[in-house]
């Protein structure tokens, strides 16, 4: 059974859906060690002097549609390259 390029990505979206939550349950909320260096940094001011202009999503639902919507994205921007490379080497063979 041939499988296309569709499944491949459904695959991964499929995976990406049941895995986030564990990132829900470990890291959300707390700050990793970027976070932390930057805090002390600022001599534990409490405000940041870098502010990320989009985030990871505030809840399981957002987080999940941005990040299939940004893989869907990502695989058919390098899909179109590669037919396009694909096309063009087979011309000039």
Known sequence: MKRGPAAYLATIAVVFAVLL??????????????????EQGN?????????????????YLETLIFGI???VLVFAVFYVLFLVMRK?????E
Not at 25 to 36: T, V
Not at 45 to 56: D, E, M, V
Not at 88 to 92: P, T, V
Request: aromatic residues 16%; charged residues 15%.
């Open 69 to 71: 919507l940004g893989m």
């Open 88 to 92: 063009r080497r087979m011309r000039h």
């Open 21 to 38: 939550p564990l990132y829900y349950m470990f890291s959300y909320g707390r700050n990793d060690s970027l976070a932390r260096t930057i």
């Open 43 to 59: 001599g534990n001011q409490g405000s940041s002097t870098y502010n990320a202009p989009f985030s990871y999503g505030g809840s």
